[in-house]
């Protein structure tokens, strides 16, 4: 038995709506959100406030010293955070004051420790590098990290009159210089080193540890901080930042190792490379020739054969059908979404058939055998002959 080819819809190209946009750029909308997350977790980290950073006065983390700029402030201390040079300056006015000075970038040079020296009476540097030791704290080097551990005083330091243990952990220096006190003894070297510059004390702790949020509550951490820092009424805790760098030396090229600037620019070449690999549009679609060309009665035939093997004599009925209702909505002026019930109105306005009957040959019947079937495809062809016949205008 044979049946009618389907009718195909000829191909569109669709435009790409606004969802399917938004789906195809999520991958770069999420790879922006983290880029700007990553940048707002590095500027909080390295702001001049010391919110986030290590030993910070307003970070509340455990390698925070926000405790104990509240334990100053309760014993009377006036705590004040400057993050500039001049600003430090106009704070400490002539001679005056404790100075803590974190300077852990590396950005101020000799002149401006000369000048820092020079305005205040008690000098405070916290792991200092080699650039401001060799400034206000002449042979003073660094042996080393200390990982952890306790040592007492085994000196005649004022800040440790009242101490007996504090926490060591934190950097290790030796001085080679006449006068100097040397305190805290590791197997390293030092965790506090005191000499004089003039008229100004200067204090090299290494023991950094003993300032942080997580250890000022041990041992005599507490005591031992308050002792150092709280001599003066007014302390000034000096974080200095990139504008402090002096022009044309001391700059941010100067101060990071050779290959990091040729890395930069190989990571940024990768990433350029990267998004022209993975963000290339496609272009228009192209036909590709089928190397077989197969015509559409062989398939047609084929599909027959096939129901008729399986006995699917209502599934070979109704693919004529759909093609039969398609092609008498056209005739009928109809859209191409028209309901079944909608066709068989029309075609029975137009023929004067019954509608009944009209359902009955195009949705109802099941063709119990292959005469049946015969009859029922003849009554479809007959159907959409009359049709025409009455749509064409004599």
């Not at 789906?23 to 406030?49: K, P, Q």
Request: aromatic share 4%.
């Amino acid at each position: 038995m044979t049946a009618a080819a389907p009718s195909e819809a000829p191909a569109s190209v669709s435009t790409p709506t606004v969802a399917a946009s938004v789906r195809r750029a999520r991958f770069w909308v999420a790879l922006a959100l983290v880029l700007a997350l990553g940048v707002g977790a590095a500027l909080l980290v390295g702001s001049g406030s010391g919110e986030g950073r290590a030993l910070g006065p307003a970070n509340a983390a455990p390698g925070g010293a926000k405790a104990l700029v509240e334990v100053l402030g309760r014993q009377g201390v006036d705590v004040t955070v400057t993050t500039t040079l001049d600003e430090t300056l106009g704070r400490l006015g002539s001679g005056g004051g404790t100075l803590l000075v974190d300077d852990a970038s590396g950005f101020l040079v000799g002149d401006q420790w000369g000048r820092l020296v020079t305005a205040t009476s008690h000098l405070v540097l916290p792991a200092p590098g080699p650039a401001a030791l060799d400034a206000v704290a002449a042979g003073v080097a660094s042996t080393g990290p200390v990982d952890e551990g306790t040592a007492g005083p085994a000196c005649s330091s004022p800040a440790l009159a009242q101490t007996s243990r504090v926490d060591v952990a934190g950097v290790a220096y030796d001085v080679d210089a006449p006068g100097a006190v040397r305190c805290l003894p590791t197997d390293d070297g030092y965790g506090l080193v005191e000499l004089e510059d003039g008229d100004t004390r200067v204090s090299v702790l290494g023991a950094t540890d003993a300032l942080t949020n997580g250890s000022i509550g041990t041992h005599d951490d507490a005591a031992f901080a308050l002792a150092l820092l709280g001599g003066s009424s007014e302390l000034t805790w000096y974080l200095p930042s990139a504008g402090d760098l002096p022009e044309g030396e001391g700059t941010l090229a100067t101060l990071t190792p050779s290959w990091v600037t040729p890395s930069l620019v190989v990571l940024l070449l990768a990433g350029v490379a990267a998004m022209v690999w993975r963000g290339r549009r496609l272009g228009a679609l192209v036909v590709e020739r089928l190397p077989v060309t197969v015509k559409a009665s062989e398939t047609t035939e084929g599909r027959a054969r096939l129901y008729e093997r399986s006995g699917q004599r209502r599934h070979a009925l109704d693919q004529l059908r759909i093609g039969t209702l398609g092609r008498l909505a056209r005739t009928t002026g109809l859209s191409s979404t028209a309901s079944v019930d909608e066709i068989v109105a029309r075609v029975a306005a137009l023929i004067s058939a019954d509608p009944r009957g009209l359902r009955h040959v195009l949705v109802d019947a099941d063709p119990v055998d292959d005469r049946e079937l015969v009859a029922l495809s003849d009554s479809l062809l007959d159907l959409e002959g009359a049709v025409r016949r009455a749509t064409t205008p004599s």
